[in-house]
Protein backbone atom coordinates (compact mmCIF):
# COMPACT_ATOMS: atom_id res chain seq x y z
CA UNK A 1 0.00 0.00 0.00
CA UNK A 2 1.64 3.47 -0.92
CA UNK A 3 0.75 6.08 1.45
CA UNK A 4 2.08 10.09 2.05
CA UNK A 5 3.58 11.06 5.17
CA UNK A 6 3.48 14.74 6.01
CA UNK A 7 4.97 16.06 8.94
CA UNK A 8 6.60 19.59 9.95
CA UNK A 9 3.71 21.99 10.16
CA UNK A 10 3.44 24.17 13.59
CA UNK A 11 2.82 27.31 14.83
CA UNK A 12 4.89 30.01 13.49
CA UNK A 13 5.24 34.50 14.15
CA UNK A 14 5.07 36.09 10.93
CA UNK A 15 8.58 36.63 9.37
CA UNK A 16 9.40 33.05 10.56
CA UNK A 17 10.28 29.91 8.56
CA UNK A 18 9.41 26.27 8.64
CA UNK A 19 9.57 22.95 6.71
CA UNK A 20 7.20 20.55 5.33
CA UNK A 21 8.36 17.47 4.23
CA UNK A 22 6.42 14.69 2.51
CA UNK A 23 7.43 10.84 2.08
CA UNK A 24 5.89 8.70 0.26
CA UNK A 25 5.92 4.83 1.52
CA UNK A 26 5.51 1.53 0.06
CA UNK A 27 7.37 0.14 -2.79
CA UNK A 28 7.07 -1.26 -6.67
CA UNK A 29 5.98 2.13 -8.26
CA UNK A 30 7.27 5.36 -9.86
CA UNK A 31 6.67 9.00 -8.59
CA UNK A 32 5.75 11.09 -11.18
CA UNK A 33 4.83 15.24 -10.11
CA UNK A 34 4.63 15.87 -6.46
CA UNK A 35 2.85 18.76 -5.24
CA UNK A 36 1.93 20.71 -1.77
CA UNK A 37 -1.83 22.38 -2.13
CA UNK A 38 -3.27 24.07 1.10
CA UNK A 39 -6.57 24.90 1.87
CA UNK A 40 -7.33 28.26 4.04
CA UNK A 41 -9.76 28.37 6.15
CA UNK A 42 -12.84 29.57 4.26
CA UNK A 43 -10.77 28.88 1.34
CA UNK A 44 -10.81 26.33 -1.52
CA UNK A 45 -7.76 24.41 -1.83
CA UNK A 46 -5.27 25.79 -3.89
CA UNK A 47 -1.94 24.34 -5.49
CA UNK A 48 1.37 25.76 -3.79
CA UNK A 49 3.59 24.25 -5.51
CA UNK A 50 4.92 21.35 -7.73
CA UNK A 51 7.72 19.49 -8.84
CA UNK A 52 8.49 17.26 -11.38
CA UNK A 53 10.47 13.93 -11.28
CA UNK A 54 13.43 15.64 -13.30
CA UNK A 55 13.47 18.99 -10.42
CA UNK A 56 11.12 21.26 -12.07
CA UNK A 57 9.37 23.52 -9.84
CA UNK A 58 6.79 25.89 -10.52
CA UNK A 59 4.69 27.92 -7.69
CA UNK A 60 1.84 29.80 -6.97
CA UNK A 61 2.50 33.87 -7.70
CA UNK A 62 1.64 34.12 -3.85
CA UNK A 63 4.66 32.09 -2.21
CA UNK A 64 7.17 32.87 -5.42
CA UNK A 65 10.33 34.38 -3.80
CA UNK A 66 9.31 33.04 0.01
CA UNK A 67 8.94 29.07 -1.26
CA UNK A 68 11.12 26.45 -2.21
CA UNK A 69 10.17 23.07 -3.08
CA UNK A 70 12.90 20.66 -3.80
CA UNK A 71 13.03 16.71 -4.09
CA UNK A 72 14.98 13.53 -3.10
CA UNK A 73 14.19 10.74 -5.57
CA UNK A 74 16.20 8.11 -3.84
CA UNK A 75 13.76 8.98 -1.00
CA UNK A 76 10.75 10.03 -2.95
CA UNK A 77 10.71 12.89 -0.73
CA UNK A 78 9.53 16.50 -0.97
CA UNK A 79 10.41 19.32 1.31
CA UNK A 80 8.59 22.77 1.11
CA UNK A 81 11.05 25.28 2.70
CA UNK A 82 8.67 27.97 3.86
CA UNK A 83 10.49 31.59 4.60
CA UNK A 84 9.22 34.94 5.55
CA UNK A 85 6.01 33.33 6.40
CA UNK A 86 2.46 35.82 6.31
CA UNK A 87 -1.24 35.11 8.43
CA UNK A 88 -2.20 34.29 4.78
CA UNK A 89 -0.09 31.77 4.33
CA UNK A 90 -2.10 29.60 7.40
CA UNK A 91 -3.82 26.76 6.02
CA UNK A 92 -3.81 23.31 6.03
CA UNK A 93 -1.18 22.04 3.41
CA UNK A 94 -1.62 18.78 2.02
CA UNK A 95 1.05 16.42 -0.04
CA UNK A 96 -0.01 15.28 -3.27
CA UNK A 97 1.61 12.43 -5.33
CA UNK A 98 1.38 10.77 -8.19
CA UNK A 99 2.00 7.29 -8.51
CA UNK A 100 2.67 4.61 -11.14
CA UNK A 101 2.61 0.92 -10.06
CA UNK A 102 5.17 -0.69 -12.26
CA UNK A 103 4.42 -2.24 -15.68
CA UNK A 104 0.92 -0.31 -14.90
CA UNK A 105 0.28 2.88 -17.18
CA UNK A 106 -2.31 4.52 -14.87
CA UNK A 107 -1.49 6.81 -12.14
CA UNK A 108 -3.27 6.50 -8.87
CA UNK A 109 -3.32 10.23 -7.53
CA UNK A 110 -2.64 10.24 -3.63
CA UNK A 111 -3.25 12.48 -1.30
CA UNK A 112 -1.74 13.35 2.26
CA UNK A 113 -3.81 14.09 5.51
CA UNK A 114 -2.86 17.39 5.60
CA UNK A 115 -0.61 19.09 7.86
CA UNK A 116 -1.52 22.70 9.72
CA UNK A 117 0.80 25.79 9.32
CA UNK A 118 -0.19 28.88 11.81
CA UNK A 119 1.36 32.32 11.26
CA UNK A 120 0.47 34.25 14.19
CA UNK A 121 1.97 36.41 16.84
Known amino acids: QVQLVESGGGLVQPGGSLRLSCAVS????????MAWYRQGPGKQRELVAA???????NYADSVKGRFTLSRDNAKNTVYLQMNSLKPEDTAVYFC???????????????WGQGTQVTVSS
Open 51 to 57: ITIGGSA
Open 26 to 33: GSGFVINV
Open 96 to 110: NAGAVPFGSPYESDL
